[in-house]
């Protein structure tokens, strides 16, 4: 096994073992900065984020691939626009990330490796979401399944204009 899939590995037991304290850390989070300041945090880092994949798509790919990640790029600001709550923007990023990821892992950008990739990113992220359904201080959520679901297939996306 090579170290992307034990870096994946360890990136979803991350996920999963983290479950029980993200809302304590959430809720400090949000006493100590407030619920604005906690929303700019996480936009901040998101544009970073976002700049930082278009400057190396950019480099690596030119000025069409860079189109490509300007259209996606605008889905997912759409999509953020319509959340009120910083934490949902998490899951763009988490599950987008383990998208990216499994297309990296796999070495391959067919049809196939895709939909693979799309279905696993989603099973784990329904994953996560029947964890909370039985911890005392969380909730699982159908919205959130589609979330991480959406984040993962958007991180696939990117993967594939980036590998291939």
Known sequence: MNRLW???????????????IARLVLNTLYETLGAFNLGLLVNTLLVSVSSFIAIQMYRRKGLTSL???????ALLVTIILNLDRPE?????????????????????????TLT????????IGSVDELIQWFLPNRVGDLRDVLMNAVGGLLGVWFG?????
Do not use: M, Q
Request: glycine share 4%; aromatic share 18%; hydrophobic share 60%.
């Open 6 to 20: 034990i870096f994946i590995i360890l990136y979803v037991v991350l996920i999963y073992t983290t479950l029980p």
């Open 67 to 73: 189109v490509h990640l300007l259209l996606l790029g």
């Open 88 to 112: 949902e923007r998490i899951h763009f990023v988490e599950y987008g990330l383990l998208g990216f990821l499994f297309i990296k892992a796999f070495s391959s950008a067919s049809v196939r």
């Open 116 to 123: 693979f990739s799309a279905l696993l990113v989603t099973l």
């Open 160 to 164: 594939k204009l980036y590998y291939s």
